[in-house]
């Protein structure tokens, strides 16, 4: 892990990186080799397709400058870095003021974007996140869910009342164990630790490369669910990553399409995927 002191200089780092990529994708010569390409008569159905999502990356990257992807990235970086300090220490004021920088860099973007690409500024973000996806599919969802919503709750907290006598696990539990119980969910789900690792971090997440996946949680002694569900879900994430086609590694139409897909795997294999798996284990008189 990082150390403090590092992260100015890693903060400038990945900007410059950014910055880099950035103009890489706007340069004129590169808008010329995509023009080039699309007319090219003899591309198969998927370079056609690595063509067409680069020039929709390109096309949201036009909208902005390179002094804005530098000031942009640095944002990002120094409101986590405080946010670190500022989670440990309960004390929302001091991430405050960083958090409204990086939000109005985030509105900026939004304009810029939403002129370039004639969408409306929710849409033009959302573009980067899920291509193709509008804010009206949303609305769909929210008003199914405002109808089904209000009743279902009641019967849901109705039937938790009755479960009132449930024995529950009682703590301290060993960090550990946890650990264990963790990666034995891993291994039986596919995870392959040939091409990963868990480690652990304020948060759970999962980053990396297809090849080269790591998940990080959270340990809690007095509540080992928490540890274990944020596995589970990244472990969702990886599997999808780890999942995308060899033959398509390092090229557009290779990476994940969007959120909702990667999102929908992560909750399939945490809330359900994995509490199956769990019952039948039990049923078995075993488990991890």
């Not at 080039?36 to 020039?55: C, F, G, H, M």
């Not at 849409?123 to 996806?133: C, E, I, Q, R, V």
């Not at 550990?176 to 034995?184: A, M, R």
């Amino acid at each position: 892990m990082m150390p403090p002191g590092g992260a100015d200089a890693r903060s400038d780092q990945l900007a410059e990186l950014n910055a880099l990529r950035h103009n890489m994708l706007c340069a004129t010569e590169t808008g010329d080799l995509l023009n080039q390409a699309a007319d090219t008569p003899d591309l198969s159905d998927w370079q056609r397709a690595n063509v067409r999502e680069i020039s929709r990356r390109r096309a949201s990257s036009m909208a902005l400058s390179e002094d804005f992807v530098l000031a942009r990235t640095k944002a990002c970086n120094t409101c986590e870095t405080v946010w670190r300090q500022a989670r440990a220490d309960a004390d929302f004021k001091a991430v405050l003021p960083h958090l409204e920088n990086l939000l109005s860099l985030v509105r900026e973007e939004a304009e810029a974007k939403a002129e370039v690409l004639g969408l409306g500024l929710y849409d033009a973000l959302l573009n980067d996140y899920d291509p193709g996806t509008r804010s009206e599919h949303f609305d769909q969802v929210f008003d199914d869910l405002e109808t089904f919503l209000p009743e279902f709750l009641g019967q849901a907290l109705e039937h938790q009342a009755s479960q009132a006598n449930v024995i529950r696990p009682q703590g301290p539990f060993p960090v550990d164990k946890q650990k264990d119980l963790g990666t034995g969910f891993m291994k039986a789900l596919g995870f392959d630790f040939d091409h990963g690792r868990l480690d652990v971090s304020l948060h759970p997440f999962c980053g990396g490369f297809s090849d080269d996946i790591r998940i990080t949680t959270r340990y809690d002694d007095a509540d080992f669910t928490s540890s274990l569900m944020g596995v589970l879900h990244e472990t969702g994430h990886a599997l999808y990553e780890m999942g995308l086609p060899q033959d398509w590694r390092s090229q557009p139409v290779g990476d994940a399409r969007g959120m909702s897909l990667h999102e929908s795997q992560s909750l399939l294999f945490e809330m359900q995927v994995s509490r199956i798996f769990d019952l039948r284990s039990a049923d078995h008189g075993g488990g991890l």
